[in-house]
Nanobody, 124 residues
Framework: QEQLVESGGGLVQAGGSLRLSCLASGYIFDLYAMGWFRQAPGKEREFVAAINWSGGSSKYADAAKGRFTISRANAKNTLYLQMNSLEPEDTAVYYC?????????????????WGQGTLVTVSS
C-alpha cells in the first residue's frame, strides 16, 4: 500500500522554526519528485516547495523563498521541509505530495498521491 505520512507540525511563536517530515512507503521513493503544499482555513491548497528525485533541484513559492528549505533523504524514504522565521500567515495544514515529473508548474491538481496533512499553527 502506497502511503505518505507527514509529521512535525505543531504550535510555534512567530519567528520560530519547525521541521516537517514526510515518510513514504509502498513505492520506490526516488522515482518521484516530491512537493509540499499547504491549505489555510477557507483558502485553496497552494504550492509551497518542490524537489526533484535526486534532491539536486528545488523550487519555491514566493512566500517560502528565503525562509523554507525542502530536502529529501532517499535512503530513508523521507522528505523534509525546514521552516524558519515563521509568520502567522504560515498557519495551515501542510501536505506532502508526489508526481513523476519535476519540470513545469506545480499545482494541487497535478499530484498523484497525498499525505493526510500536519497542522502548523503560528501564534503572533
Amino acid at each position: 500500500q502506497e502511503q505518505l505520512v507527514e509529521s512535525g507540525g505543531g504550535l510555534v511563536q512567530a519567528g520560530g522554526s519547525l521541521r516537517l517530515s514526510c515518510l513514504a512507503s509502498g513505492y520506490i521513493f526516488d522515482l518521484y519528485a516530491m512537493g509540499w503544499f499547504r491549505q489555510a482555513p477557507g483558502k485553496e491548497r497552494e504550492f509551497v516547495a518542490a524537489i526533484n528525485w535526486s534532491g539536486g533541484s528545488s523550487k519555491y513559492a514566493d512566500a517560502a523563498k528565503g525562509r523554507f528549505t525542502i530536502s529529501r533523504a532517499n535512503a530513508k524514504n523521507t522528505l523534509y521541509l525546514q521552516m524558519n522565521s515563521l509568520e502567522p500567515e504560515d498557519t495551515a495544514v501542510y501536505y506532502c505530495a508526489r508526481r513523476i515529473s519535476y519540470a513545469g508548474v506545480w499545482s494541487a491538481g497535478g499530484m498523484d498521491a497525498w499525505g493526510q496533512g500536519t497542522l502548523v499553527t503560528v501564534s503572533s
